[in-house]
């Protein structure tokens, strides 16, 4: 047992360092190629984050654990509000801006919504992975139109912080790139396999191991960027990369995921939807009422996380 959860630790540092390097070389290749800087936040750095949650989906689901590549993308999407906002709003208050609940966070919970439609039978099939996919690509573009027409200097800096220096030489943003993924498939690999044997010794379901470790451990790259963010007084920047990291989660893990090789997932239970659309929902309000989300209802969405988390230890009848 001390082994495998020596390799899950390994395997989630791994992670979170191929991201950061495969984010860094491919941001700098953009620009060194032309592509704007805000396009490439948009795009680029948003994927990049995002890029654990997906790599270890498409792991799971070649293998046929559908529980864990669910349960990374909903537990990603709980952790994103519950742990990430609540120690980011125990830092600072996060203020946010109307552009940001008027057409984000509708869509967060529209992907919610439509992630519940199409696991009404416990499965995505590949169809239901193109949709998911397809509406992916067209939000992806709405955001770069969009963005690309707002001329406040605030939004456009939101837009284009945390994006890398563009390196000294094209040949180290290559390497910087084959090694991210390298680093991000071998990790993967051994924390899938390692993960499924721990939850074998453990008496749990691959779901709660899913929906805790792998999915605390792919979301660390937005950890960091929220913590960071806040830390820097930059509010905005932590709420909205939050938002998009969870219509990631749902339209591109899940979509690709199932596209490339449609999957089942049982033990994905009721109260792992439940929280992830309560979350999605509560967040609207809390913040419309005052555009901000201040330290007492962080330290409120920090309480529901861990209650859902040690519930969802407890029930470990695997």
């Given at each position: 047992?001390?082994?495998?959860?020596?390799?899950?630790?390994?395997?989630?540092?791994?992670?979170?360092?191929?991201?950061?390097?495969?984010?860094?070389?491919?941001?700098?290749?953009?620009?060194r190629i032309g592509v704007t800087p805000l396009v490439v936040g948009l795009t680029v750095v948003a994927f990049g984050t995002s890029m654990p949650e997906l790599i270890v989906s498409v792991q799971s689901?070649?293998?046929?654990?559908?529980?864990?590549?669910?349960?990374?993308?909903?537990?990603?999407?709980?952790?994103?509000?519950?742990?990430?906002?609540?120690?980011?709003?125990?830092?600072?208050?996060?203020?946010?801006?109307?552009?940001?609940?008027?057409?984000?966070?509708?869509?967060?919970?529209?992907?919610?919504?439509?992630?519940?439609?199409?696991?009404?039978?416990?499965?995505?099939?590949?169809?239901?992975?193109?949709?998911?996919?397809?509406?992916?690509?067209?939000?992806?573009?709405?955001?770069?139109?969009?963005?690309?027409?707002?001329?406040?200097?605030?939004?456009?800096?939101?837009?284009?912080?945390?994006?890398?220096?563009?390196?000294?030489?094209?040949?180290?943003?290559?390497?910087?790139?084959?090694?991210?993924?390298?680093?991000?498939?071998?990790?993967?690999?051994?924390?899938?396999?390692?993960?499924?044997?721990?939850?074998?010794?453990?008496?749990?379901?691959?779901?709660?191991?899913?929906?805790?470790?792998?999915?605390?451990?792919?979301?660390?790259?937005?950890?960091?960027?929220?913590?960071?963010?806040?830390?820097?007084?930059?509010?905005?920047?932590?709420?909205?990369?939050?938002?998009?990291?969870?219509?990631?989660?749902?339209?591109?893990?899940?979509?690709?995921?199932?596209?490339?090789?449609?999957?089942?997932?049982?033990?994905?239970?009721?109260?792992?939807?439940?929280?992830?659309?309560?979350?999605?929902?509560?967040?609207?309000?809390?913040?419309?009422?005052?555009?901000?989300?201040?330290?007492?209802?962080?330290?409120?969405?920090?309480?529901?996380?861990?209650?859902?988390?040690?519930?969802?230890?407890?029930?470990?009848?695997?």
């Amino acid at each position: 047992m001390l082994i495998s959860i020596i390799y899950v630790v390994l395997s989630l540092v791994g992670l979170y360092f191929g991201a950061s390097l495969l984010v860094k070389g491919a941001a700098s290749a953009a620009e060194r190629i032309g592509v704007t800087p805000l396009v490439v936040g948009l795009t680029v750095v948003a994927f990049g984050t995002s890029m654990p949650e997906l790599i270890v989906s498409v792991q799971s689901a070649f293998r046929d654990h559908g529980d864990i590549a669910v349960g990374n993308a909903i537990g990603s999407n709980i952790a994103n509000i519950g742990l990430i906002l609540g120690i980011s709003a125990l830092i600072i208050p996060l203020r946010t801006s109307k552009q940001l609940l008027r057409i984000d966070a509708p869509v967060m919970i529209l992907s919610v919504i439509l992630f519940y439609v199409v696991f009404l039978d416990e499965r995505i099939n590949r169809w239901e992975g193109i949709i998911l996919f397809l509406l992916l690509i067209a939000y992806t573009i709405f955001r770069i139109y969009r963005s690309m027409r707002e001329k406040r200097s605030e939004i456009l800096t939101e837009f284009m912080t945390g994006i890398p220096r563009i390196t000294s030489h094209w040949g180290i943003d290559v390497l910087l790139i084959i090694t991210g993924f390298g680093l991000l498939i071998l990790s993967s690999h051994f924390l899938v396999r390692e993960s499924v044997d721990l939850a074998r010794m453990l008496g749990m379901t691959e779901a709660v191991i899913g929906l805790t470790i792998v999915a605390f451990g792919t979301s660390m790259p937005e950890l960091a960027t929220s913590v960071v963010a806040a830390i820097k007084k930059q509010p905005d920047i932590a709420i909205g990369n939050v938002v998009g990291s969870n219509i990631f989660n749902i339209f591109c893990i899940l979509g690709i995921a199932a596209t490339l090789h449609p999957f089942s997932a049982p033990n994905i239970e009721m109260i792992d939807i439940v929280v992830m659309a309560a979350f999605s929902v509560l967040l609207i309000p809390l913040i419309w009422r005052g555009l901000s989300l201040n330290r007492k209802e962080g330290g409120l969405f920090l309480a529901i996380y861990i209650a859902y988390i040690i519930i969802r230890l407890l029930n470990t009848e695997g």
